[in-house]
């Protein structure tokens, strides 16, 4: 399946990503012990993850009722909530411009352990962008009906 979908890096200052120009450097500075902050590896994502996914306690049904409030269970958690949010971007006909269709009171916890495991999966994948991984195990796990 050809589904490689890399960002063109127009310059240092924006990223080009879908047609949409993104300021490289936006927010606050990441804590010292994340210079990578900007350009994320996965490598550290799927790290960080993992000790979310060890740390964490859940219902009966998978909800996450705690864990470890700390700086990786945040990054984890919050770079998984914001790809869910641009997987669910619509076209101007309202179809998923993605190909992927979440279904409907799917949590963070299932995205995560999915990202997990296509991570391990496919190792050669560690090369790009956590945000890709998480596209390409939803896309595999929730792809559209056509």
């Not at 409907?104 to 090369?127: C, M, Q």
Request: charged residues 20%.
């Amino acid at each position: 399946m050809s589904r490689k979908l890399t960002p063109n890096f127009a310059s240092a200052g924006t990223k080009e990503l879908y047609g949409f120009s993104i300021p490289a450097r936006t927010g606050f500075a990441p804590p010292a012990e994340d210079a990578s902050h900007g350009n994320v590896s996965a490598e550290l994502m799927v790290e960080r993850c993992t000790n979310f996914v060890t740390n964490v306690s859940t219902d009966r049904e998978g909800h996450i009722t705690d864990y470890q409030h700390n700086y990786e269970a945040g990054f984890c958690l919050g770079w998984v909530n914001a790809s869910m949010v641009f997987l669910n971007v619509r076209d101007s006909g309202g179809v998923p411009a993605l190909g992927v269709c979440l279904p409907e009171g799917i949590h963070t916890f299932e995205v995560i352990k999915s990202f997990l495991d296509y991570a391990r999966a496919n190792p050669d994948d560690l090369k790009f962008n956590p945000s890709f991984l998480i596209y390409w195990a939803m896309l595999e796990k929730h792809p559209c009906k056509k």
